[in-house]
């Protein structure tokens, strides 16, 4: 087998996902999306000081179907990559490490997650 | 730190000598640790001011142009908006930098996509805390 044929560890292919590498890699996703939605927010804010014309075209896009159900993705993206960070500065700080507690603070953080979505929702 | 290693100065490098931070490996180890630093600060920075942001920026979405403008008029709202802006597009760079050097194996598309990410991720800052003050020194 040639060097560029191997295959690369950690063959992610071949591992059971777990609730811990699941939230593991929703962390780096919802990151990814809340880095694009930031984008959008430096779009609204620049329609905001453009003016009447591009505040209503910014008005009715976040306003239609697509655009709420886009907002309320970005607001569970938003506080679960909170809750998980959260949890990351938790381990940073040297605290959590053993399987239960991981698995525990990985539930912690969903449900905050999408608690703290509906409040947002609801509100 | 013990009465001798503070009065001992400390013995000059020898001739030719590499010292510990000159070297590129100590360098990058630096650049790392301050890399892992500001994320972490950052990601401090950014839990209440993201608990604000959401509520508010939802609250704000649905309203008029004009309300918007009052909003953005609001001396605290525009300053606490600079600092969540300048702190979370930091953020989403120190982040997608990871991202990037984790999956772009190939040395001159990683070179190339840090860069355009700089580039992006400045331009959008400037553009958002740019409006923001627009919006808030003509109110």
């Known amino acids: ?123 | 730190m013990n009465a001798e290693s503070t009065s001992a100065p400390p013995s000059p490098p020898a001739a030719g000598a590499a010292t510990p931070a000159a070297t590129p490996a100590a360098n990058s180890a630096r650049h790392a640790s301050r890399h892992w630093r500001w994320q972490r600060l950052s990601a401090l920075a950014l839990i209440p001011l993201t608990l604000w942001f959401v509520f508010a920026i939802l609250d704000a979405v649905g309203e008029s142009h004009a309300a918007a403008l009052a909003w953005l008029g609001r001396p605290g709202v525009a300053a606490a908006l600079s600092v969540y802006l300048a702190a979370a597009f930091w953020h989403a760079q120190l982040g997608l930098q990871v991202v990037v050097e984790d999956y772009v194996a190939a040395e001159r598309a990683r070179a190339n996509t840090l860069l355009a990410l700089r580039i992006i991720n400045s331009i959008a800052a400037g553009i958002a805390i740019g409006a923001v003050w627009l919006v808030a020194f003509a109110s």
């Not at chain 1, 779009?43 to 910014?58: D, I, T």
């Open chain 1, 1 to 123: 087998m040639s060097a560029a044929s191997r295959p690369l560890s950690p063959h992610l292919q071949i591992y059971r996902p777990q609730l811990t590498s699941v939230l593991s890699i929703l962390h780096r996703g919802s990151g990814i999306i809340l880095a694009l939605g930031a984008l959008l927010v430096a779009a609204w804010l620049a329609a905001v000081a453009a003016g009447p014309a591009a505040y209503l075209a910014a008005h009715g896009l976040l306003n239609s179907w697509a655009g709420k159900t886009l907002l309320f993705l970005w607001t569970l993206c938003t506080f679960y990559h909170l809750c998980n960070g959260v949890r990351h500065l938790v381990w940073d700080a040297g605290y959590g490490f053993g399987l239960p507690a991981a698995y525990a603070s990985g539930k912690i953080a969903l449900g905050a997650a999408v608690a703290l979505t509906v409040l947002a929702w609801l509100l």
